[in-house]
Structures are given as C-alpha cells and as structure tokens.
C-alpha cells in the first residue's frame, strides 16, 4: 500500500480520525479502538502505543470485528470499529445489519480509503456500494467528512452520538475547505461557498473539487454554491432545497457509485417534494472502472474541478 | 438448588409450553427448541446470575442465544423466570407483538438480537472482552446450533476468544446433530467437534445435553481451564421429548396438527405424571 506524502497546508482525513481519536481517548476512558489487522493502515500505531489496553486486534475477521464491537458497546464501550471501507461494509455488512443497527448498539463503524482512494489497487478495494448499502438499513446514520475540521468534529459528535454511526473517509491530503471555526452537528449541512446559478451538494473528498470548480466557475461569471452535504443519512433536506429553489441547476458530487448514494437521495427529496431543477448526478459509473489513481480515476470520470465545471456550464447552458 | 427431579420436571413443562407457543402461534422451530429445553432450564435455574430485577445490571452474567431460531424455548423459559409475562405468550408471532420468531432486544432479557446464524458468539466475545476491561466479574454464555457451525464467522471469534484468554466466556453447542437439510455429517460434517475447538485453544468438555444434572454440574465448573474460554458440546436429540418429533428433520420447524398436539401434550403429560410420581 502507497503511502501518501505529508502536503504543506494539507492534511488526510484519515490523519486527522488518528490524531481526533487519541485525543478523545485520553478524555474518555470508555473510548475503545478495534481493529482488523488495520491499525497500520488506519493510522493507529501511535493509539496502540497510548493505550494499549484500548486497542483491540481481531485480526483479518472483519465479520468478527463488528460482532466484538456490538458486544462491546452493549457493556457501555465507546467503540469505533476501523477497518477498510470496502471490507468494513462489504464482508461484515450483515453484521452491521442485524448486530449494530438492528440491536441498536451505538458503534462507531469507521471506513477508511473509502471510495476509490485505493486507485490502482483495483475494484477489489473500492467502496462504491457502501452508501447505498447502509442507506438501505435503518438506524444506522452516515457521516462523510469532508477535510480536518470536518473529521474532527464528525470525532467528536461520533462518541456521543449514542446510535449506530457509520464514518467514512479516505486518506489522500485534503486541502481545508472551511475557514476557521465549524459548526458542525450530524444532519446538517454546510455552506462552503455562496452562490446562486448552479448549487454542488457534495459530500466527503469531492467537497474540495467542488470548491475548485465554483472558483473556476466564478472566474467565468458564473456563481456556484458548494454546500458540503457531510451527513448522507439524514439527510439535511431543507439545505436541498434551499438550493434547488434558489439555484437554476443542481449538481450532486460524491466518491461512490452513482446508484444508491447522495444523488439518488437528493433526486428523491426533490421529485417528491415537487421541486423541478436542472439536475445531475456527479459519480462513478455503474460498470468496471479503468485503472487508475484516485486522482486519474477523479479526472477521468469527471469528478475533478475542471470535470464539475464542465458539468455545470453544461446544465446551465442547456435549453 | 433444586434437585434433578424438580429441574426436570421444570424443563417437562417448557417443552409443553413450547409446543403450546408454536401450536397457537401457528409457527416455529419446534425440533430446536425441544432440544436446547434442558440446557436453558440449566442455564437460567442454576447458571446464570440475572433476574428480572438486575437485567441491566452492569454486573449480570449475560446470555447470548445464537441459535435464535429455538426463540420459543428462550420466551417460555424467560415467562418461567419472570423476566415475560405469561400473558405475553399468548401473543407469540401475532400481528405488532414484541415476541417475534427469533429474540430481540425488546423482549425483556433478551441480550442482543440474533437470528442470523454465526452472529451470537462475535457479540459473546466483545461482552466477555468488557468485563474483563472493565475488572467485572460476570459471566457471557452463549449457545449455539451445530449447524450453525459451518459459519465462518464462528471460527474468526473462536480464535479472537482463545488469543484473548477470555475465560470468563462459555459457548455451548446443541449438537442434535440436524439441520433442515438432515444429518450435519452429510450435509457438512464437523466431526470430530471437541478436536477442532480444542485445536482453536477452548477448553472442551462433552456432555449429555439432557441430563440436566450434569449441564449444571459440568457449566457450575467454568472455566475449565484457567486462561481459556470454555466449550460445552452438549449431546442431544432434535425434538426430545415428543416421540414423532424427535431426530426428524422435517420438524426442525412445523407446526402440529391438532391430532399431532394432542398427542404430543399427552407424551408431555404423561412424562410430567411420571416424575410427580418419582417425588412422591
């Protein structure tokens, strides 16, 4: 596995869940980690050193790893359960089900490289389904943060949120994409940039390519808001709507297959709200992706800055 | 402690509580519910620390049933220890009652919701892994079909119970030795069981899964081995108790007729006579 080089001004989320855990920890001594075999990959090495007794290693058994970490949380445990995205909710996905949101255990279930951040490492490692797979389960809330303020407070609101809580992120540096403080509260949304021609709704890393694409945009004479939409599940609906009422067209952006995740949510919020807009679902498609970095991947399937630009002269310009 | 006969007794009248549930219930597993009778009436009479009144008492021995389809054996024997209202039986699978066809959390003791098969012992074993945390003394059993067995998810935990020494966990296996399809060693043998679980670092003893005086005798002993978690293979017959039910895969769920429950209640009841007349 590639490790991502340290960016001056930057910093991946998943860095950020690292440095945010331990901090909680030593606030918090019911605060417990568990891992499959991840806590290299998932940043915890230093966790582990701290408190080891804190740490608990099931090994590469990620089905086990949820059922441990229900049975833990129902003796009182804060537990995020970490371990990759495509494996988390994949291979234990009927853990998740039926051990955390059906028992109503409040883990803390945290997918890290989500999405394509492992690139070239291939499908196999993607987490393309993982939205519309948890979507489709009840009690189970979804946070998808977008850069360090944005994990850092989906941290902290995780160890109190007292119900089953889904956290996804991937690891690439992550430019900040709010200046100074944020409000942050699971369910509600964020404006990142004002706007009113074309609304991005957009959710965890392609946060930061929206806000690229509305300066590209706005350089053009054209205004787009980016409203960082880091709760997939509730989602902040009246945030959904103020931007189709307000905006000509609506284009929706997320790491994740286009079926089953925030477009499709937000396509049906506005259909049965009765609420027309111009509107596009920005994702990856649903068939076998070209190699590729996270990046390329990005740049290739129009997810970059310049990909959501076009997008949105295109839905403007449309008659 | 109440004596065998008293305990058997008990566990002659949860069976016929049980084919009453899943005769007016018009559903249920019947054949593992009749076979794990005694191991819960062993458990919940002379095992486990937990009453009505200390369900959520941090410090109450847990019970986790795996094999969540035997749940008319777990309502009847939960009515029996006051945690259900006998009321509350009436009312098994029908329209908006909390006593669905496998446990949940909304049935009063009722530890985690289970029905899947291979979900029970992942759960056990993180219960097991806080108490020891926590420096609490309680105990974590769960009981698991032998089926059930095949899940791989069984074996993730069973290693993750024996690398973390959890000795305060106890897993006991219905071994009636059928599964809807028929004989487990056809359909995919686990033999020889106790080997493989020792060979995953447990502590194993066999016993006679309806001589409810060795059940308690051999789980009032755990852990077996200090530093180990224990294993209980508790050898049993799939619808004990009921002549035409008993190793009949087909009654691994079923329903009896009417003629098939009156004969079943008069077994019962007849069986129930006998062990009045054992005491007297």
């Given at each position: 596995?590639?490790?991502?080089?340290?960016?001056?001004?930057?910093?991946?989320?998943?860095?950020?869940?690292?440095?945010?855990?331990e901090s909680l920890a030593a606030s918090s001594p019911d605060v417990v980690v568990v891992t499959s075999d991840s806590r290299g990959s998932g940043k915890l090495t230093s966790f582990g050193k701290r408190f080891p007794e804190r740490i608990v290693e099931t090994g590469i058994a990620e089905q086990n790893l949820v059922g441990v970490a229900a049975g833990l949380a129902s003796a009182g445990k804060r537990v995020f359960a970490v371990s990759p995205a495509s494996f988390l909710t994949a291979r234990a996905l009927e853990q998740i089900k039926n051990d955390v949101a059906y028992s109503s255990f409040p883990v803390v279930l945290v997918g890290i490289s989500a999405g394509v951040s492992y690139g070239a490492l291939g499908a196999t490692h993607h987490s393309l389904h993982d939205l519309a797979a948890l979507r489709a389960i009840n009690n189970i809330d979804i946070v998808v943060?977008?850069?360090?303020?944005?994990?850092?407070?989906?941290?902290?609101?995780?160890?109190?949120?007292?119900?089953?809580?889904?956290?996804?992120?991937?690891?690439?540096?992550?430019?900040?994409?709010?200046?100074?403080?944020?409000?942050?509260?699971?369910?509600?949304?964020?404006?990142?940039?004002?706007?009113?021609?074309?609304?991005?709704?957009?959710?965890?890393?392609?946060?930061?390519?929206?806000?690229?694409?509305?300066?590209?945009?706005r350089a053009a004479g054209i205004s787009a808001r980016v409203v960082s939409m880091h709760t997939v599940k509730p989602l902040d609906r009246q945030a959904l709507l103020?931007?189709?009422?307000?905006?000509?067209?609506?284009?929706?952006?997320?790491e994740h297959s286009v079926c089953g995740g925030l477009g499709e949510a937000c396509a049906a919020v506005l259909l049965q709200a009765g609420v027309a807009c111009r509107f596009r679902i920005a994702a990856l498609p649903d068939e076998h992706l070209v190699n590729g970095s996270?990046?390329?991947?990005?740049?290739?399937?129009?997810?970059?800055?310049?990909?959501?630009?076009?997008?949105?002269?295109?839905?403007l310009s449309n008659s | 402690m109440t004596n065998v006969n008293q305990l058997r007794t008990i566990a002659n009248r949860y069976r016929r509580a049980v084919i009453d549930l899943v005769y007016k219930g018009r559903t249920g597993h019947t054949g593992g519910s009749l076979s794990c009778v005694d191991i819960l009436t062993a458990l919940y009479h002379c095992i486990l620390r937990v009453t009505p009144q200390t369900a959520s008492d941090p410090d109450r021995d847990r019970y986790v049933q795996s094999k969540g389809h035997a749940v008319e054996a777990l309502y009847v024997v939960l009515a029996g220890?006051?945690?259900?209202?006998?009321?509350?039986?009436?009312?098994?699978?029908?329209?908006?009652?909390?006593?669905?066809?496998?446990?949940?959390?909304?049935?009063?003791?009722?530890?985690?919701n289970t029905g899947a098969l291979g979900h029970g012992l992942p759960i056990a074993a993180g219960m097991a892994l806080a108490g020891r945390m926590d420096g609490r003394g309680y105990r974590v059993f769960t009981l698991l079909g032998d089926g059930e067995c095949a899940e791989g998810s069984n074996w993730e935990a069973a290693l993750f119970a024996a690398h973390h020494k959890l000795d305060n966990l106890t897993t006991i296996v219905d071994r009636n030795r059928l599964q809807i399809t028929g004989n487990t060693e056809t359909v995919c043998g686990l033999d020889p069981l106790d080997a493989k679980f020792a060979a995953f670092g447990w502590s194993?003893?066999?016993?006679?899964g309806h001589d409810i005086g060795a059940l308690a005798e051999t789980l009032g002993r755990v852990p077996f081995t200090p530093g180990k978690p224990s294993m209980v293979i508790a050898g049993t017959v799939k619808g004990r108790g009921v002549s035409f039910m008993e190793n009949q895969a087909s009654?691994?769920?079923?329903?009896?007729?009417?003629?098939?429950?009156?004969?079943?209640?008069?077994?019962?009841?007849?069986?129930?006579?006998?062990?009045?007349?054992?005491?007297a």
């Open positions: 596995m590639s490790e991502q080089a340290a960016v001056p001004g930057k910093a991946a989320n998943l860095d950020v869940f690292a440095q945010a855990i943060p977008a850069d360090a303020a944005e994990t850092r407070a989906a941290v902290r609101a995780a160890a109190t949120h007292g119900r089953p809580l889904y956290l996804r992120f991937g690891k690439k540096p992550m430019p900040a994409v709010h200046a100074g403080d944020l409000a942050f509260r699971v369910g509600s949304a964020v404006t990142v940039r004002e706007g009113t021609d074309a609304a991005f709704v957009a959710t965890g890393e392609t946060v930061a390519c929206a806000v690229e694409a509305s300066d590209q945009l103020e931007c189709a009422r307000t905006c000509r067209a609506v284009i929706t952006v997320e996270q990046g390329e991947l990005f740049a290739h399937y129009g997810l970059d800055a310049e990909g959501l630009a076009r997008t949105a002269r295109e839905l | 220890r006051g945690f259900v209202p006998q009321s509350d039986l009436e009312r098994f699978s029908r329209f908006d009652s909390p006593l669905i066809g496998h446990p949940t959390r909304a049935v009063a003791g009722i530890e985690a194993v003893v066999s016993v006679d009654w691994h769920h079923g329903v009896p007729s009417e003629e098939q429950y009156r004969t079943a209640v008069r077994e019962l009841d007849d069986a129930f006579a006998r062990l009045s007349a054992e005491r």
